[in-house]
């Protein structure tokens, strides 16, 4: 065992009482196929990854790649008293048997700190997402994704990690002043949680211009895809669409652009390995929009069912807090990373409906009537 290995085993011993199923073994990864071996890129095998936000929809998709990339993966889950990984308790077990899971509280530098300590490449997505619990709960987010991220930043810089991948929204734009969105589109914090996303993003950036914290920060457009809880618009439709007899939602005209997880999950792994990303802001999204009515027509059609659409006033947003549009400019992420999206928004649904209606049990509505 190395002395780095050494460090790790030590660490996570001694925080066994918090982290009560991780095994003593500190790092594992997943054999790959004697087949694809050649084809991984060579840099995941040797790296240690700390990934925050592991047990949430993005966080369990990229946990899974970069195990199959043969990365050591530490995954960072919300502690809760029920010893619950989140969504990571949906991967294959030969998955699960090579993540270091640690449970914990973003709020706690002392946590993050050992958390990060013997990592080299940390991604940083864990954070409350909500916007209409950030109605309830603006505090709740400011402590949880702005103080969160200054421990992670701390944490990193302490650490002297090789690499940070900050996570941000699209929401952090508002409503678009003009479209498709550049980076350099202006900020404006619509809701606490883009309030509190924008703080973030700045907190990672004065990291990386007062300290030379090598940060990276990617901006995702609407994600959507298998696992995804019925928080989110197109699992609520979809949910619906399957049990009940008519799709109640809030409006239906603002415009999104909705990337598949898949798709996104690529552009964090080449957000990681691109030297240039250092400093950086990349929109992640198709540059293709649609309107919340006309998605849910799509997925209407792509389930072959005929509902009434209704929309209900306790749905929408705040006036002042609805963003009208959201419409990614991707071309700096295509012209840096080499990054593209694969997925067409009907392969991304259909692979989602597929998902919701083997999985009726994760989700609140009535049985599904497939
Ligand atoms: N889903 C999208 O459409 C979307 C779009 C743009 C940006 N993002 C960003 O991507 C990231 C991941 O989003 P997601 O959709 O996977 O959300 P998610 O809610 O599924 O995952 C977030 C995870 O963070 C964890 N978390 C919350 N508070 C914590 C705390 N105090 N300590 C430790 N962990 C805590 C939650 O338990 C959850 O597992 C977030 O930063 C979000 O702002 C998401």
Redesign the pocket.
């Known amino acids: 065992m190395g002395p780095q290995l050494l460090t790790a085993f030590l660490v996570i011993y001694s925080m066994e009482p918090m982290k009560q199923q991780s095994t003593l073994q500190p790092f594992r990864t997943l054999a790959a196929p004697a087949s694809s071996r050649s084809t991984l890129p060579w840099c995941w095998r040797s790296q240690r990854v700390l990934l925050?936000?592991?047990?949430?929809?993005?966080?369990c998709h990229l946990a899974e790649h970069l195990v199959r990339a043969g990365a050591h993966v530490k995954a960072?889950?919300?502690?809760n008293s029920r010893n619950d990984w989140?969504?990571l308790e949906c991967l294959p077990d030969d998955i699960k048997a090579c993540l270091d899971v640690l449970s914990?509280?973003?709020?706690d530098i002392t946590f993050v700190g050992q958390a990060v300590r013997d990592c080299q490449i940390v991604f940083?997505?864990?954070?409350?997402?909500?916007i209409p619990y950030s109605y309830r709960s603006p505090r709740h987010f400011m402590d949880?994704?702005v103080m969160?991220t200054l421990n992670v930043m701390q944490a990193c810089l302490d650490a002297q990690v090789s690499k940070v991948i900050h996570?941000?929204?699209?929401?952090t734009y508002g409503s678009a002043r003009y479209t498709p969105m550049d980076e350099a589109h202006p900020l404006h914090g619509q809701s606490p949680y883009a309030a509190s996303?924008i703080a973030a993003d700045k907190v990672a950036e004065s990291f990386y211009c007062s300290f030379e914290l090598p940060v990276a920060t990617i901006?995702?457009?609407?994600?959507?895809g298998p696992r995804?809880?019925a928080r989110?618009v197109i699992p609520t439709i979809i949910s619906q669409a399957l049990a009940e007899e008519t799709i109640r939602l809030g409006s239906l005209n603002p415009i999104r652009d909705f990337t598949f997880v898949e798709d996104t999950v690529n552009a964090f792994l080449k957000v990681a390995e691109s030297s240039q990303s250092i400093g950086e802001v990349f929109n992640i999204g198709t540059g293709h929009g649609i309107t919340i009515g006309e998605v849910t027509e799509m997925i209407l059609d792509l389930c072959g069912r005929q509902k009434n659409i209704v929309v209900e006033e306790e749905r929408r947003r705040p006036t002042h807090s609805e963003v009208n549009a959201l419409l990614c400019n991707n071309v700096k992420a295509k012209a840096i990373l080499g990054w593209e999206p694969q997925y067409s928004l009907t392969q991304g649904l259909q692979r989602t409906i597929d998902y919701i209606a083997q999985h009726p049990y994760r989700y609140k509505t009535g049985t599904f009537n497939i």
């Open positions: 925050t936000g592991a047990g949430g929809f993005i966080g960072l889950v919300h502690y989140g969504l914990g509280d973003l709020t940083h997505l864990g954070a409350l997402i909500a949880t994704n969160g996570t941000s929204t699209s929401e996303k901006r995702p457009f609407n994600v959507f995804q809880s989110a």
